[in-house]
């Protein structure tokens, strides 16, 4: 989920940035510092707006650097378990296929695309089941959190996805479903006559 965080920090503005307006020195040090970094209890930041700079900073002797006191608000993403998204798959790879949620990629293994088993076709570079579903390269796909494993970077954190459960899938399955149903209901119906 997305979420703001209102945050307070001292930012160190070395002598090489004093040339700079204040704010947007500080601005650019807070950037450099949160920005697209992974925190355990927050997620990952993905902005850092609306920097407030105290009026006055403080100089230790010896040190050519000035601190302030500042407050902002970051834009923050943290997946929770059992939260539900829309995402759009971004690769097929054997044993499943990984899908972006909000700026992070998560994984949905094979057991976890449906109730149906599922097979690798490296022709079409898709996972497929014998009656012909599929999954494939920029499906839409709603989708759920089952696991979140947030590390220090994006490349270290794993996040557990699954499209078992009534309701979730590719979009178009949906509709698939629906047409077979009306098919079977039609058979039976005939089949009475």
């Given at each position: 989920m997305y979420y703001e965080l209102k945050a307070e920090d001292t930012v160190r503005l070395p002598p090489s940035?004093?040339?700079?307006?204040?704010?947007?020195?500080?601005?650019?040090?807070?950037?450099?510092k949160y920005e697209r970094r992974i925190f355990k209890d927050m997620g990952i930041i993905i902005a850092v707006e609306d920097v407030d700079v105290g009026k006055q900073g403080s100089v230790i002797p010896g040190d050519g650097g000035i601190y302030?006191?500042?407050?902002?608000?970051?834009l923050c993403f943290l997946p929770h378990?059992?939260?539900?998204f829309t995402a759009q798959v971004r690769e097929i790879v054997e044993?499943?296929?990984f899908a972006s949620i909000g700026p992070l990629?998560?994984?949905i293994h094979i057991s976890q695309i449906g109730n149906e088993k599922f097979f690798y076709d490296?022709?079409?570079?898709?996972?497929?089941t014998k009656r012909g579903r599929g999954l494939k390269k920029e499906d839409?796909?709603?989708?759920?959190?089952?696991?979140v494993s947030l590390k220090g970077t994006t490349s270290d954190t794993k996040i557990g996805l699954t499209m078992r459960n009534e309701g979730l899938g590719v979009q178009r399955w949906e509709k698939e479903q629906k047409a077979e149903k009306a098919a079977a209901k039609k058979r039976k119906k005939e089949a009475k006559r």
């Open positions: 940035m004093l040339v700079m307006k204040l704010n947007d020195a500080i601005t650019k040090i807070l950037r450099e302030y006191k500042v407050q902002f608000n970051a378990v059992n939260e539900v044993f499943g296929a990629d998560g994984l490296k022709k079409i570079r898709a996972l497929t839409n796909v709603l989708l759920k959190v089952s696991t």
